[in-house]
């Protein structure tokens, strides 16, 4: 069962973006900053929650729902493309007034943060980062986002996932507790990203707007980060971290690749899918721990 999560310390709209973005703030406030990129795209933050505010021990952590997602819906019809994402978060590190802050990206948000580094080598206005934190990134490829859904479509088809739902049909819980019935289907609809489809339980659930995140990948066409991502580690070289489980549906060769593009240092966690902070969070939080010290 997913855990509470506790109030923030301060939360708002930011006031510099096109359109009001929803925003929390934990852990003291004259820290080192973090900064904290969902995954989706469409999704909102708080489904990393509370695992990853084991980080606000140390950190003043800041946490947004990207545009289009959670409290950060808008109706403006104007889609929203992978170049809006990369405005608002430079918008994002303006507002708060941060300096070479730490920026952690999980799954989508690694591959924004990525383009966000791509953006900011050609706009030389952007904000610095000072440390990077890619986990479970983002395919970097099209061929690679094609293997993905392939293999995640073939887990949530498989066996394993097949028995649990046939489970949760026999159960009864429809029928007696729609509210948990919801939530074992979320969890279910999720467990192909698990190394073991159980751990799914212990997920935050979380609701992806599908236009949005539909139109983010549209934009970024037939893409291959591979050869920009070279090229900026022939720039001034930015200390890099990339995590990423062994059974994670998402092409392990992909990680790699962005650790070797970028200079940076690649964990690899057994027994961990695509969710090692609910997966392998000990050993998620020590690598972290150890890079940022």
């Known amino acids: 069962m997913s855990l509470p999560i506790p109030a923030p310390r301060a939360e708002g709209f930011t006031t510099t973006t096109e359109v009001p973005l929803y925003w929390r703030e934990d852990g003291p406030s004259h820290a080192p900053p973090m900064v904290l990129l969902h995954g989706g795209p469409g999704a909102h933050h708080d489904y990393l929650y509370p695992q990853m505010l084991a980080m606000a021990a140390g950190h003043r952590l800041i946490a947004y729902d990207q545009r289009g997602g959670g409290r950060s819906r808008t109706d403006d019809p104007t889609p929203i493309t992978w170049r809006t994402q990369v405005d608002d978060l430079a918008s994002v590190l303006r507002e708060f007034h941060l300096e070479s802050p730490v920026v952690v990206g999980y799954s989508w948000g690694a591959l924004l943060a990525v383009l966000y580094l791509i953006e900011s080598r050609r706009a030389h206005a952007m904000t610095a980062i000072g440390r990077l934190v890619l986990i479970s990134p983002a395919p970097i490829t099209r061929a690679w986002r094609v293997q993905f859904e392939a293999e995640l479509l073939r887990r949530q088809r498989g066996p394993a996932i097949h028995r649990l739902r046939e489970e949760l049909s026999a159960s009864g819980l429809r029928e007696s507790d729609m509210a948990a019935y919801r939530q074992r289907s979320f969890e279910l609809s999720v467990a192909g990203y698990f190394a073991d489809p159980h751990r799914a339980e212990s997920l ?17 066409g037939d893409f291959d980060l591979t050869s920009e991502l070279e090229g900026l580690s022939r720039g001034v070289r930015l200390p890099v971290l990339v995590v990423q489980g062994r059974n994670d549906p998402i092409p392990f060769h992909s990680a790699e690749a962005v650790a070797t593009a970028l200079g940076g240092n690649l964990v690899a966690l057994d027994d961990c899918g695509h969710v090692p902070y609910v997966e392998q969070p000990q050993a998620l939080f020590d690598a972290m721990l150890r890079f940022l010290s």
């Open 204 to 220: 935050t659930a979380f609701r992806v707007t599908g236009k949005v995140q539909q139109s983010i990948w549209d934009s970024l």
